[in-house]
């Protein structure tokens, strides 16, 4: 089944403050939200937290949040040249003078993802692996499934179960011949696609430059000295949990250890360098 389709909306915001007296500032807004059934453009190209093969007997079960979905998006980015007073001459001049100062600041919101439960053979006849979507469980805390800030259960496996054999599902098809009686790995649970949301980014960078013209060798010779600093608050940014920590149950209905657990960063810890470069 070839055949996907996506939908798009936002709002974009973009002010802009030109260089003057020294203070230049951008700054650009986005809420935006992407709906589709299939992010990939072909079989196998898929996003870190896709799945190669979706539900092709019924795409509006895979309708959902884009698996690159970001609903918000700000970032700011500024530069500052320091003036420097007329009355400085000789060393003065030359040590308070030609600084420039920059910052980008970028906050976002998480990427979407969902769980899964595996099951042993092929249940749903999709050839897929063996997974399987478990439905959401109603109650006190579980309105969001996600655990925001805990990096070793980001996720509410207490949140989650295999579909259970009510007398609905088994007149639709249940297949109550397995190891955990009282469900039906055959059939697909409730939990939408993409209904989970990863950690959001906050990161700033920051960089001081110090320019030092020399016109004697020409009018545009300039030496530059630059300090930059990468994510200079050294803030953990988390990434989702990869898709080997998103099976919640396996084939005999287990809680699979690990499940929601949160090992990678979207972005490095703190790093500076430092350069000289030479405009002629």
């Given amino acids: 089944m070839w055949q996907s389709s996506s939908v798009y909306n936002g709002l974009h915001v973009k002010l802009e403050k030109r260089m003057s007296h020294g203070l230049q500032l951008q700054t650009s807004f986005t809420w935006s939200k992407t709906i589709d059934n299939a992010s990939g453009s072909f079989a196998g190209d898929n996003f870190a937290l896709d799945y190669t093969s979706l539900p092709w007997f019924d795409m509006k079960l895979n309708r959902g949040l884009a698996d690159f979905n970001i609903g918000r998006n700000f970032v700011v980015n ?60 109603a109650g006190a ?15 509410k496996a207490q949140c989650l179960q295999i579909p259970r054999a009510t007398p609905e599902a088994i007149a639709a098809g249940c ?11 055959n059939l697909l649970g409730n939990l939408g696609r993409n209904t989970m949301i990863g950690p959001g980014l906050q990161n700033f960078d920051f960089s001081l430059f110090k320019n030092t013209k020399i016109p004697k060798i020409s009018e545009t010779f300039n030496v530059q000295f630059r300090a930059e600093f990468f994510n ?6 988390f990434s ?3 898709l080997t920590n998103l099976q919640a149950f396996d084939a005999t209905g287990v809680a699979v250890p690990g499940f929601g657990t949160i ?11 430092f350069a000289l470069k030479v405009v002629c």
Avoid at 104 to 120: K, Q, Y
Avoid at 128 to 133: A, F, Q, S, Y
Avoid at 141 to 155: A, E, H, K, T
Avoid at 175 to 185: E, N, R
Wanted: proline share 12%; glycine share 12%.
């Fill in 175 to 185: 297949d109550t011949m397995h190891s955990l009686p009282g469900t039906c790995f």
């Fill in 78 to 137: 500024g530069l500052w040249e320091p003036p420097t007073p007329q009355s400085f001459k000789g060393p003065a001049k030359w040590v308070l003078g030609g600084w420039q100062l920059g910052i980008i600041a970028s906050l976002a919101d998480g990427v979407p993802f969902f769980a899964n439960f595996g099951s042993s053979g092929d249940p749903l006849g999709q050839i897929n692996p063996t997974l399987d979507v478990p439905s959401r469980v």
């Fill in 232 to 237: 200079i608050l050294n803030r953990a940014n």
């Fill in 263 to 273: 090992t990678t960063t979207q972005t490095t810890s703190r790093q500076i360098q």
């Fill in 240 to 242: 989702p949990p990869p």
């Fill in 141 to 155: 805390g579980c309105n969001s499934l996600v655990n925001p800030g805990n990096r070793s259960n980001y996720l």
